[in-house]
């Protein structure tokens, strides 16, 4: 199929769409404490988001590995 389009996964997102998912969530979160009488600065939400992004990642990460280790197929070639 030399013809064949190029399928992209699902899971396929654009470079920094998950730290703008987080800065939303770190808003939100924020604007609540806020409320609670509890203030962030700026360079704390930057601050946190890096943590957060961070940690997923070496969650991913993780899960990634669990996942080989516990798989029962082998990995399959393509080509």
């Known amino acids: 199929m ?19 998912l987080f800065c939303g969530l770190i808003s939100v979160v924020a604007s609540m404490l806020h409320f609670a009488g509890i203030d962030l600065a700026a360079a704390d939400k930057s601050q ?8 997923a990642g070496v969650l991913g990460g993780l899960l990634a590995v669990y996942g080989r280790v516990a798989a029962k197929a082998a990995i399959k070639s393509v080509g």
């Not at 030399?2 to 703008?20: C, I, R």
């Not at 946190?48 to 940690?55: A, F, M, P, Q």
């Open 2 to 20: 030399a013809n064949a389009p190029e399928q992209s996964s699902y899971l396929e997102v654009q470079d920094g769409a998950f730290e703008l």
């Open 48 to 55: 946190l988001v890096d943590s957060i992004v961070n940690i």
